[in-house]
């Protein structure tokens, strides 16, 4: 039998971000109009939204750290101002491992900051 005494609150943590400008007024512009409560109530749909998409694991592709490197380098060369987290899901790349050769190849002086 459900209570107050033995009902659990969720537990919630908090994402902070930044946004353009014109993402922020596009998203407070559904709010004004009334398809959201309000800008976190977007921001919790839309999380929701994209987070079904993953609902199917993904694999992860396991190749050798100097093809891994290779194919970074021409992504990167092809998609300029990209950040490595685009990096490793366009790819099917481990996150920490492009960030780790991101380093590498900045230190190396391959290409600027990404």
């Known amino acids: 039998m459900l209570s107050k005494e033995n009902l659990k609150t969720p537990v919630s943590k908090s994402v902070s971000t930044k946004l353009a400008e014109q993402e922020y ?5 559904l709010v004004m109009n009334g398809l959201f409560l309000n800008s976190a109530d977007f921001v919790r749909k839309a999380i929701r939204e994209k987070l079904k ?3 199917n694991e993904i694999t992860l ?16 060369k092809k998609n ?3 950040d490595a987290v ?3 899901d366009d790819l099917l790349l481990d996150a920490f491992e492009v960030n780790e050769i991101l380093v590498e190849l900045i230190k190396k002086g391959t290409f600027g900051e990404v």
């Open 25 to 29: 007024n596009k998203i407070n512009d």
């Open 53 to 55: 998409t993953y609902d």
């Open 61 to 76: 592709r396991q190749i050798p750290h100097v093809q891994m490197k290779e194919e970074i380098i021409d992504y990167v």
């Open 80 to 82: 300029p101002g990209v």
């Open 86 to 88: 685009d990096i490793a």
